[in-house]
């Protein structure tokens, strides 16, 4: 998509914008919404509301060039209000009224350009795309000298990648997995046999695809299936270059019919589950993003990227083979993709040498990959190939969708090539999660985690229409389904109320920081482990630090019979018993004790700045339990009463210690009592 231009000139049947009282941009200012003129939108409807302020009879001169006042933003024929200056050379400009109103607005020209009389190298500015040089394969003879390291992904059986896959494996969709052999994903494709021929005969010979040269990596227009097919069949060393489709959509053809998405995809994707059946299919405007065919041709190259949205991706290769090159989404990683993203440095610098490591994948006919949210990779086409593929978004890392929609924004990316109505599809995701926490349904604590962001989101999206600019508040308003939504900002507050709730936290005030994650799953409980114990904070948006490491010992087990005396009844005995290293064993004449103890042990570890921090809890419950001693002698029948008296302490202790470098200890040590019984005959 083309931006806008601070100077650009349109034809004279063009339409003439009206004064906006919003629009406080400059006319030099890049903005997405405003799209470079065109000869397509040189055909006015209505010829007569294109009129110049300042047109008057009589005026000679060529009236196709226009000119725009930076103030009021009213456009003007340039011989209309001409003082003999050249329009190329303009760098500002203000109409007579602008001028009069402000007599500080004065026209300036562009600084002229440095010129230099060394001889330049010739370039071949068809194959160019804002300075890259023209050369296919560079990146290729890059890779062979950069450390690539083999992949160790996952490989899976097709009837094993479902949700109890997803739900039971914590590891499950953060790495990439290989599935050699389709049995068991339950999709559809076509025939191995199926051609690019058969393709441009499905979904229609006249039907615009985008086509990218790679060499420059820019799309090359004008080109239809029909055409594509005669390249592609064409014989290779016949090809004038190396081109590539990516984007070929199909829902809605008859090729369509023969593509079915994996069953876990179908059962994740977002646009699958909540976008209204009634609001898709022919005629309704809907994320169309779930099936792709993606034909490339040998050596063909795809730069470095994360799919929009940070969407995840099914990949199913038909024919042919691809390589793909991957980066691990970490925050350091993604932090150097967006500073290399839309710069200089995406034509001349290999974004692998910024980050941690580059591993490759291959796949083969009959493959298929799901690649995780945000992964960065690149594909080199080592021979000609078909592939079918799809994006969807879930509800288990919408964290990490968002950021990618952040990177998104930061770094300009045309909304042509962003999520189509990913704003609308989260506002619908909202509502049905919304109606779900009503009815009492559990969710894993990785959705709830994810809910919590979305509800951020939308929540932000809200105070946009409370709070933001003309502008702002008009495309969020714009953003939210009214079928659905029909109070959005009490919509959003509600659901981040409602999935607290729904993580443990008591109210809107407390337990504001990390999400306290209940350890079900699917309604069932899961083995509780230390990292997912509730972290509380006592102080709003406190975020207390993890440990890398957490390690539970073996638990520890003793029983031992001592010659020691009940606890006193003196009000002394507390303190007695609190003093945990004072040795009570081995009195004479005294009562027999049977002590059980039991030892944990849970060490941690995490790295510094500085270093490394190591800390080691110790908890140690010890049960003293004194036997009851007969007033007669042995073998002597007696009739016994039972009486109950006052109750006493009889020792139960449990202590928890915690020895850290350089932290505090604290110690607990409550106390269990029991009632005694006197016999008396």
């Known amino acids: 998509m083309a931006r806008s231009r601070r100077r650009i000139t349109r034809s004279a049947t063009q339409k003439s914008p009206e004064r906006s009282p919003s629009s406080s941009r400059s006319s030099l200012t890049p903005m997405e919404d405003e799209p470079e003129p065109t000869q397509a939108e040189s055909t006015p409807t209505k010829p007569d509301e294109d009129v110049c302020p300042s047109c008057r009879e009589g005026v000679q001169g060529e009236k196709s060039s226009w000119i725009r006042c930076d103030a009021c933003k009213i456009w003007f024929h340039w011989a209309c209000v001409e003082n003999g200056s050249d329009l190329e050379l303009i760098n500002k400009w203000f109409c007579g009224p602008c001028m009069a109103e402000k007599p500080s607005r004065v026209m300036t020209l562009k600084v002229p350009a440095r010129k230099s009389s060394r001889k330049r190298t010739q370039l071949d500015y068809a194959n160019l795309n804002a300075g890259v040089e023209s050369d296919p394969s560079r990146w290729l ?249 799809g994006n969807f978004l879930h509800s288990y890392n919408i964290a990490t969708q968002l950021k990618v929609i952040d990177i998104e924004k930061a770094t300009h990316v045309p909304k042509k090539f962003r999520f189509p109505l990913f704003v609308k599809l989260c506002w619908y995701v909202g509502d049905k999660y919304l109606r779900d926490l009503k009815s009492k349904e559990e969710f894993s604590p990785r959705v709830l985690e994810s809910l919590e962001a979305l509800a951020h989101f939308l929540v932000s999206e809200s105070q946009a229409m409370e709070r933001g600019t003309e502008v702002a508040k008009r495309e969020a308003k714009e953003n939210v389904p009214s079928d659905r939504v029909k109070d959005a900002p009490a919509m959003a507050r509600e659901l981040r109320w409602r999935v607290r709730l729904a993580a443990g936290a008591t109210s809107d005030d407390e337990d504001i920081g990390r999400l306290v994650k209940k350890n079900m799953v699917n309604g069932h409980k899961r083995k509780r482990s230390p990292t997912s114990a509730a972290v509380s904070v006592q102080f709003r948006n406190f975020q207390p630090k993890g440990w890398d490491v957490v390690d539970e010992l073996p638990r520890e087990s003793d029983e031992r019979v001592v010659n ?115 016999v008396i005959a």
């Open 141 to 389: 003879r890059v890779i062979q000298s950069k450390p690539i390291k083999d992949d160790n992904f996952r490989r899976m059986k097709g009837a094993d990648v479902g949700l109890e896959w997803l739900e039971n494996d914590e590891a499950a969709m953060h790495e990439p997995i290989v599935v050699e052999n389709p049995e068991g994903l339950r999709m559809k494709m076509p025939p191995p046999e199926f051609s690019v021929q058969d393709v441009a005969d499905e979904v229609g010979h006249e039907t615009p695809v985008e086509v990218i040269d790679v060499a420059s990596q820019s799309n090359s227009p004008g080109w239809t299936l029909g055409r594509w097919a005669e390249y592609y069949n064409t014989e290779p060393s016949k090809r004038d270059k190396i081109r590539n489709v990516i984007s070929l959509e199909i829902s809605g053809t008859k090729l369509a019919d023969q593509v079915l998405p994996p069953r876990l995809v179908r059962e994740l994707d977002w646009v699958e589950k909540f976008w209204p059946s009634t609001r898709k299919g022919k005629g309704h405007a809907y994320p169309k993003v779930q099936l792709y065919c993606l034909m490339g041709v040998a050596s063909a190259w795809t730069d470095w990227h994360v799919d929009f949205a940070g969407s995840s991706v099914y990949y199913h290769i038909l024919r042919g083979c691809k390589v793909f090159y991957f980066i691990r989404p970490t925050p350091a990683n993604l932090q150097a993709y967006e500073r290399w993203s839309g710069t200089e440095m995406q034509s001349n610098v290999w974004l692998g040498d910024m980050v941690d490591e580059v591993v490759k994948v291959t796949l083969h006919a009959g493959n298929t990959m799901i690649i995780p949210t945000g992964w960065i990779h690149a594909v080199h086409t080592p021979v000609d190939s078909l592939v079918f593929g």
């Open 564 to 678: 020691i005396h009940p606890p006193k009844t003196s009000d002394m005995w507390e303190r007695e018993w609190t003093e945990w290293n004072k040795e009570f064993e081995g009195q004479e004449h005294e009562e027999q004790a049977t002590v059980e103890t039991t030892r944990d042990v849970m060490i941690k570890v995490r790295k510094t700045e500085n270093g490394v921090e190591r800390q080691r809890i110790e908890r140690v419950m010890e049960k003293w339990v004194w036997k009851p001693e007969s007033s007669k002698p042995e073998g002597v029948p007696q009739d016994v009463e039972m009486k109950p008296i006052e109750d006493v302490p009889l020792g139960c202790e449990e202590v928890t210690k915690e020895e850290e470098q350089g932290a505090e200890v604290h110690v607990a040590s409550p106390l269990e009592t029991t009632q005694a019984m006197e």
